[in-house]
């Protein structure tokens, strides 16, 4: 068609009230129950302008946005009145149109009137598509409605820094989280921290969150763990002339079930995202041309600096190290010597300099390939060329240590999976849900004297090997699988199945392990190395050990009676020779004390 002829088209189809209305529901998550429903219109069928997005382009081109808005929101309201719903009916409002005095709201309270319908049946949902908004104009036209009794929503939340501004402009009573974040949310640790944090300020705008999008029993699974009360997608219900008035069975069953879905874990906190700007220690400086005994008085008077750097017009050029400048002055005339030289003369003029903005994990490179000296003497750091302070080696240890150790708490290094904290988090969770689960404890056994024989490296090897067996044998959406450190592994299971799983995973260890051995161990059953006296002994081939805890919630009810009680059945696996799984078949009672800060890795004890 051409311009002309689409706007006669779409002036027919608003003339002779052509346009059809589908109904999508809005689940109740606690509730188990539609809420309401959004109303989504369309062009007739046979219609170029059938598909929203031409129907509204259209119209936008034509100077129809308004006049389009009113007759699908008279549409709907007919529509929903007539198949006498239950719930609230969200209509959809572009910004231009809320402020048209056309929507004012006695026109809105006549056309609901029209139909039978009440205030606090209708939602307006504000669709944000507009380059420049009059914020003070909408706050009115918002405050207007609300006096008559009619609340707003915002769509797409997340979609731009608008629908942010429109939030804390309009404090409307629904804000709807934008699809894209709710797409494979249970395998995205970045989506999953997304919807907790608008979680929480819907909670301190007094706003409820409308989770879109929701295809899958997982993503609704990690949604209603998370708190999310409504939501709206395919798996709820597609748009449709006859909405469904009832959720399906596989969504009240997912509601229903106790499970606990597993959060996607976000890669470990790293020294990739630490810069040596942390490291930067003002320190005075001097020029090339200083007496070499005015530095030495300049560091009598500042006793920590381990270095002072060579500064020309804010351009260092050189470093002085303490040490290699009391070397001169400690001999016979060493003042006499060196006291008046320029201390150029003592510099390194070829020192390590580094931006204040190069990371960690670059910085401790560099100061490896320039050697011992770069590590004793530290390092100058500067900001776009100018001095701006000086860094030491073992502050950066000491920093790169530190992070590596807060790291391995949330993920194992070496093996990718959880580490300490995420596992509590996930237990807590399932205590607090009443959810019952088995935790699996996991230990290599003999892994030292295998350590001993074939190195660090191929140990890594043998540790990665069961990270992978038990990735693979487990169900990623029930079963948690964590690395506490070591060669000790746990995993929560959700699973019905966990004890063939358990068998399936000692099996396949034992499968597998013995090409990391040399042949002639492989034949002989094992190898003679030291023992833990310094003796040399024989020891077996590495073996896994199970300990297996039923986690009842009658019986568990913290986090360190669950860690201590599968610790113990570790400890019982232990003592079998060979892959075992060992299950503590007790039932804890109440009044049973336990007390233990995290899963402790307890030493092979053979």
């Not at 590596?404 to 988090?425: F, T």
Request: charged share 20%; glycine share 8%.
């Amino acid at each position: 068609m051409s311009h002309e002829e689409l706007r006669q088209h779409l002036e027919h189809i608003l003339e002779n009230a052509q346009l059809m209305t589908l109904l999508q529901p809005i689940l109740d998550l606690v509730e188990g129950r539609v809420m309401g429903y959004e109303a989504l219109s369309r062009g007739p069928s046979n219609s170029p302008l059938h598909g929203p997005q031409a129907l509204f382009h259209a119209a936008a081109q034509h100077g129809l946005l308004t006049r389009l808005d009113w007759a699908c929101v008279r549409m709907a309201l007919r529509t929903f009145a007539q198949m006498n719903l239950a719930g609230r009916l969200f209509v959809n409002l572009s910004p231009g149109s809320l402020l048209d005095k056309a929507f004012a709201a006695e026109a809105l309270l006549a056309a609901l009137a029209d139909v039978g319908m009440t205030t606090n049946q209708l939602m307006i949902e504000i669709t944000e598509n507009a380059t420049a908004l009059d914020y003070g104009d909408l706050r009115q036209a918002v405050s207007q409605l609300r006096t008559a009794g009619i609340e707003v929503a915002i769509d797409d939340l997340g979609e731009g820094f608008s629908s942010l501004r429109l939030w804390s402009e309009l404090k409307p009573a629904f804000v709807k989280i934008d699809k894209h974040f709710i797409a494979d949310i249970h395998q995205d640790p970045h989506k999953v921290q997304f919807v907790r944090s608008i979680k929480l300020l819907a909670e301190g705008a007094h706003s409820c969150v409308i989770a879109e999008g929701v295809e899958t029993p997982s993503e609704l699974a990690v949604l209603k763990d998370l708190g999310i009360r409504f939501a709206q997608g395919y798996l709820i219900g597609r748009p449709s002339p006859v909405p469904v008035r009832l959720p399906s069975n596989d969504v009240v069953a997912c509601l229903q079930s106790g499970r606990v879905s597993v959060f996607p874990v976000p890669p470990g906190r790293d020294s990739m995202h630490m810069t040596a700007r942390k490291l930067v220690m003002s320190a005075p400086t001097v020029a090339s041309q200083t007496a070499s005994e005015d530095v030495l008085e300049l560091m009598m008077q500042y006793p920590e600096l381990h270095a002072v750097a060579v500064v020309n017009n804010g351009i260092p050029v050189g470093i002085i190290h303490r040490p290699a400048l009391l070397d001169r002055f400690i001999g016979l005339y060493g003042r006499e010597l060196h006291g008046k030289k320029p201390c150029s003369d003592l510099m390194d003029a070829n020192p390590l300099i580094v931006d204040k903005a190069t990371h960690m994990a670059e910085l401790s490179e560099l100061v490896v390939q320039k050697g011992k000296t770069a590590f004793t003497q530290g390092f100058i750091i500067t900001s776009e060329g100018r001095y701006l302070g000086v860094g030491s080696g073992f502050d950066l240890m000491r920093e790169v240590t530190e992070m590596q150790i807060v790291a391995a708490r949330y993920a194992n290094p070496l093996s990718g999976l959880p580490g300490n904290v995420p596992i509590q988090e996930h237990m807590e969770r399932l205590l607090t849900n009443e959810q019952t689960f088995v935790t699996a404890y996991f230990d290599l056994d003999q892994f030292k004297p295998f350590n001993d024989v074939y190195g660090f490296r191929r140990g890594d090897d043998m540790i990665q090997l069961l990270a992978r067996i038990l990735r693979e044998s487990c169900n990623a959406e029930l079963d948690f699988v964590g690395h506490i450190g070591g060669d000790d592994f746990v995993v929560l299971f959700q699973s019905l199945d966990w004890e063939v799983r358990c068998h399936g995973i000692l099996a396949r260890f034992d499968r597998e392990c013995p090409h990391l051995f040399n042949p002639e161990h492989v034949d002989a059953g094992g190898y003679h190395s030291e023992d833990r006296r310094g003796a040399m002994a024989f020891h077996p081939l590495v073996s896994l050990s199970i300990g297996a805890v039923l986690a009842n919630p009658a019986y568990f009810h913290h986090y360190q009676e669950v860690a201590r009680a599968a610790t113990e059945a570790k400890g019982m696996a232990k003592r079998i020779d060979g892959s075992n799984l060992f299950i503590d078949q007790r039932q804890t009672p109440f009044g049973r004390t336990l007390a233990i800060e995290e899963f402790e890795p307890v030493e092979d004890c053979a």
